[in-house]
T-cell receptor
């Protein structure tokens, strides 16, 4: 299985809602990522988990809260978002290790988020 | 600072003609370079990578890329373009800053006309 799955595919939420995005992979990858992508722009890194521990937080607002319950799952909890947070949210995974910085990432199809 | 530049917002090519999508990089140390493709409303797909060794790297769907250290470039090429190659292409470099992260170029939109 060389697939990263993301649910839901589409999400519309109000600014007072709480919702969660989910990501799953069964490739045995120990690094997982959340990206935000605006239309026709490159993905912007939000968070990196390595061996289920948060290793990079790109100064993301606290209304985004990541969680890595186990090596196969990655969640992104959303609360009190703003309309400018509307974007495609991509999850990715890769094999990782101290001497393996050259591994490609496998991306999920993304969740299209609209904040009203 | 580590960075990747894609100087062209858009590349237009006729089907059957060769295509080139340009990328230059600026990194300290050895560069780990990647190309990804993104079709509309989809995630990114890995095409190929350069780590070390042969400067000509072959990847998926008939794509290849040439690493040029003196020009700090890693251009993506294909001998004969297909209409189905029309997509958004990202050049990227992999770096370590307390964790491994990928820095993407701005992207180049490729249009292949029949």
């Amino acid at each position: 299985d060389t697939e990263v799955t993301q649910t839901p595919k589409h999400l519309v939420m109000g600014m007072t809602n709480k919702k969660s995005l989910k990501c799953e992979q069964h490739m045995g990858h120990r690094a997982m990522y959340w990206y935000k992508q605006k239309a026709k722009k490159p993905p912007e890194l939000m968070f990196v988990y390595s061996y289920e521990k948060l290793s990079i937080n790109e100064s993301v607002p606290s209304r985004f809260s990541p969680e890595c319950p186990n090596s196969s799952l990655l969640n992104l909890h959303l609360h009190a978002l703003q309309p400018e947070d509307s974007a495609l949210y991509l999850c990715a995974s890769s094999q990782e290790g101290s001497a393996s910085s050259y591994n490609e990432q496998f991306f999920g199809p993304g969740t299209r988020l609209t904040v009203l | 600072a580590q960075s990747v530049a894609q100087p062209e917002d858009q590349v237009n090519v006729a089907e059957g003609n060769p295509l080139t999508v340009k990328c230059t990089y600026s990194v300290s140390g050895n560069p780990y370079l990647f190309w990804y493709v993104q079709y509309p409303n989809r995630g990114l797909q890995f095409l190929l990578k350069y780590i070390t060794g042969d400067n000509l790297v072959k990847g998926s769907y008939g794509f290849e890329a040439e690493f040029n250290k003196s020009q700090t470039s890693f251009h993506l090429k294909k001998p004969s373009a297909l209409v189905s190659d029309s997509a958004l292409y990202f050049c990227a470099v992999r770096v370590y800053t307390g964790g491994f992260k990928t820095i993407f170029g701005a992207g180049t939109r490729l249009f292949v006309k029949a």
